[in-house]
Structure formats: structure tokens, C-alpha cells
């Protein structure tokens, strides 16, 4: 709401990242990085998500790092039970501890060991999903698969993006409504009689930013609907896009401190609410249609 530059697609994204339970969260790093450049370009996600291993399927070694060599894994499994032992020393390689390592501490009776452990692979879990994110949105979201010029091929042609599977036209509708609930109740708590009629910059900010991210958000339903109401539902989005515009020209009339481009501006996007509401009720939309005016 405050910041208007940030789209609201990427609440979702955090939201998912930020789940209490492992299980809701995104499966790799570089999935939640393509999911953060979606939601910034506007896009809906269509890589599929990656499947890692959990459980007995992961790996569950200790390696150690060293500078410039290959790391090596050695597998720590045995059919003896495990024997507490004492922690080797630190040396310069960086030695990384799985699980084993950890329930290996932990046995061995060293207060708070599972807990630092716990705290130390979060963070470093959480390093390293910003740095994916910062990579990615840096290099543009490139594979960095090799040029033609590097590898004397050719590459193969990129494969068109699938359409989006269609929505039910109940599931339309209630993700619409839901757009619409939410720009209607902020507007609603924000809007001033007085600043409608009187060119302010804070408010007219408020308000545009209010429309651009129900214009991204009507956007990304807009290729789900289903053909029965697609082209309404098309004709609806245009009309809301038709909002958004009005209120940036606003904005724009309200830094030039120009009254008169302001009003305009205001009467414009008043003046379609009729037809907005008839589009509504064309596609079966509820709370988008819940008044004329």
C-alpha cells in the first residue's frame, strides 16, 4: 500500500518462503527465486518446481571443503550403533556437519548443541536463498548455458510457454472478488472528499497505487479465465486498466500543482463506473459489482 513500486504478487511469494512448516515452503532456492522474478516482471511461474529429497533420501555425510579441490563424500552409514567421539579441532578447509554429525553432538551431551545447529543450518538456509534471489535478478534469470560462440553449436530453439490451465468459472470469480475487496476496503480507508476535488500529491499516490496493483492482479487472472467468460472478462481488466490510467494522470496533474488536468482526471475515471459495474455483472462478479457507483 506504501510502497507502490513493489508489487503486490510478491506478498505471496514471501508469504510462502516465510511458512511455519517446511512442507509449505518453496522446495529449492532457485525456485523461490524464480517465483521473486515472476511476481516483478508481472508473470505467472511457469517453470516446474524442482522435487528434493527429504528424509532417508537425502544425503547424510559430513564433507569437508577444501580450497580448489574436489569436494569428497564418504558415507557415514553402519550397521554399529554410533559412538559419541570427540569433535576434531578446527582446521582452515571448511568442514560442513549434516545430521549425522549434529545427532552425533548432541548425544554426546553438549548443552544447546541441536539447538545451535538448528540455528546455524536456518541461517544459512536463509543466506543462501537471498543470494540465489540476488543472483537471479541480476543476471536477468539466465540458465548460463554456454553462447554459440563459446561452444561452436547451436542452441535449441526456446519452446513457447504453455498457456496456464483454465480456471473454473467459480474459481475466477472468487479470485476476482477477492481483488476487488481488497482495492475497494483500502480505497474506502483512504478516501477524502476533499482531496478528490484538490491536487494532492500523497493522495493521489495512494490512490494510483491502489489501481496498479488490482490492474496486476486482474492481469495475472486475465489468461486462466475460462472461454465461456474470457471475453468479458477481458473487456473487464481493460476497464480497470482505463482506472489505473486516470489515476497516474492524476498523479502527474497533482505534481504539476494543475487543478483543472486533476479534475479531469477524477471525472474521467467517475464517469465509467457504470460501465464497469455492467462488465462485472456480465462476468458474474459480486463484490466487484456491489455498487454503481
Not at 523461490?32 to 532417508?56: I, M, S, W
Not at 548432541?106 to 534471489?133: F, N, Y
Not at 476476482?176 to 483500502?186: F, G, K, V
Not at 480507508?189 to 496486476?216: F, H, K, N, Q
Request: glycine share 6%; with cysteine; proline share 8%.
Amino acid at each position: 500500500l506504501y510502497v507502490p513500486e513493489v508489487s503486490m504478487a510478491l506478498d505471496d511469494v514471501v508469504a510462502r518462503a516465510m511458512s511455519k512448516q517446511p512442507e509449505d515452503r518453496y522446495p529449492s532456492a532457485g525456485d523461490l527465486g524464480r517465483a521473486a522474478q515472476a511476481a516483478l516482471r508481472g508473470e505467472p511461474t511457469t517453470v516446474p518446481e524442482h522435487t528434493v529429497a527429504t528424509g532417508a533420501a537425502a544425503t547424510r555425510t559430513a564433507e569437508t571443503i577444501a580450497p580448489g579441490a574436489e569436494a569428497t563424500r564418504e558415507s557415514t552409514q553402519s550397521t554399529e550403533p554410533a559412538v559419541p567421539t570427540e569433535p576434531a579441532a578446527p582446521t582452515n578447509p571448511t568442514r560442513r556437519l549434516t545430521d549425522e554429525t549434529a545427532a552425533t553432538a548432541s548425544a554426546s551431551g553438549e548443552p544447546g548443541s541441536s539447538r545451535r545447529w538448528a540455528i546455524a543450518a536456518g541461517v544459512v538456509a536463509l543466506a543462501a536463498a537471498a543470494i540465489v534471489i540476488a543472483i537471479l535478478v541480476s543476471s536477468g534469470g539466465g540458465s548460463g548455458s554456454n553462447t554459440t560462440a563459446e561452444t561452436g553449436t547451436t542452441p535449441a530453439p526456446t519452446k513457447p510457454r504453455p498457456k496456464p490451465k483454465p480456471l473454473s468459472k467459480s474459481e475466477l470469480i472468487a479470485k476476482a472478488d477477492a481483488i476487488c475487496e481488497t482495492s475497494q476496503s483500502t480505497y474506502a480507508s483512504v478516501r477524502s472528499a476533499e482531496l478528490e476535488e484538490v491536487p494532492d500529491v500523497g493522495y493521489a499516490t495512494t490512490l494510483s497505487g491502489i489501481s496498479r496493483r488490482g490492474v496486476e492482479r486482474f492481469r495475472q487472472l486475465e489468461p486462466k479465465a475460462p472461454p465461456a467468460v474470457e471475453p468479458a472478462f477481458a473487456k473487464y481488466v481493460q476497464a480497470q486498466e482505463r482506472v489505473m490510467r486516470y489515476d497516474r494522470q492524476a498523479l502527474e496533474a497533482a505534481e504539476a500543482e494543475n487543478t483543472s488536468a486533476y479534475k479531469a482526471a477524477r471525472a474521467r475515471r467517475d464517469a465509467e463506473a457504470g460501465e464497469r459495474y455492467d462488465l462485472a455483472r456480465e462476468v458474474g462478479l459480486e463484490q466487484c459489482s456491489a455498487s454503481r457507483g
